[in-house]
């Protein structure tokens, strides 16, 4: 008697996905947006989502570059830049 051998392909996908739950009303605007563009909302999803990785990713950057300035002695003090705001809002 042969073993019958167990496809487990489906479960790689299976497991590597995840679901979102959203409100009714988030899902319709999703399913709006979605069908205004053309696409999947699931796709709209993903975008969004690797969007914000990379705006994450670019905040902790500029992160790094305003500490540089600062051990480098590149920066204004508080009082200067409070000047400088009200001069801007003024204009």
């Known amino acids: ?12 996908s299976y497991f590597a ?16 947006l979605a069908a ?24 902790k950057e500029q992160v790094q570059v305003g500490l540089e300035w600062i051990e480098r002695g590149e920066f204004i003090e508080e009082e200067e830049m409070d000047a400088r705001v009200v001069r801007l809002l003024r204009s």
Do not use: C, I, P
Request: hydrophobic fraction near 40%; proline fraction near 0%.
């Open 1 to 12: 008697m042969s073993e019958a051998a167990l496809d487990t392909h489906w479960l790689a």
């Open 17 to 32: 996905a995840m679901e979102a739950h959203f409100t009714k009303e988030r899902q319709a605007q999703l399913d709006e």
């Open 36 to 59: 205004k563009a053309g696409r999947r909302t699931g796709e709209l999803v993903q975008e969004a989502v690797d969007r914000t990785f990379g705006y994450n990713q670019w905040f």
